[in-house]
Nanobody, 115 residues
Framework: QVQLVESGGGLVQPGGSLRLSCAASRSIFSMNYMDWYRQAPGKQRELVARITRGGSTNYADSVKGRFTISRDNAKNTVNLQMNSLKPEDTAVYYC?????????WGQGTQVTVSS
């Protein structure tokens, strides 16, 4: 079993920044990759960013240049730095860890971008 706990969501004005964190109950090196997903009301959950065990990253086109995924190995956390936020970034953001034994999800953190 793996527990993932997200934090850092909140209300921010357009153009602002937020930093999300995902704390894992085991070493993040045990995971093949870790993702941030988001789900806006009435929409499907979508992949926002991924970081592999080797440190490679990739991003959805809609967030490239604005979001950065990173990890803190000592704290077993994966972070998502979100800059230049737009109203369309409003969603619940979820952390996902992919292991050989299966996928694990956090409970999500709400991000609202509004003036």
């Amino acid at each position: 079993q793996v527990q993932l706990v997200e934090s850092g969501g909140g209300l921010v004005q357009p153009g602002g920044s937020l930093r999300l964190s995902c704390a894992a109950s085991r070493s993040i090196f045990s995971m093949n990759y870790m993702d941030w997903y988001r789900q806006a009301p009435g929409k499907q959950r979508e992949l926002v960013a991924r970081i592999t065990r080797g440190g490679s990253t990739n991003y959805a086109d809609s967030v490239k240049g604005r979001f950065t995924i990173s990890r803190d190995n000592a704290k077993n956390t994966v972070n998502l730095q979100m800059n230049s936020l737009k109203p369309e970034d409003t969603a619940v953001y979820y952390c996902r860890g992919q292991l050989n034994i299966g996928d694990y999800w956090g409970q999500g953190t709400q991000v609202t971008v509004s003036s």
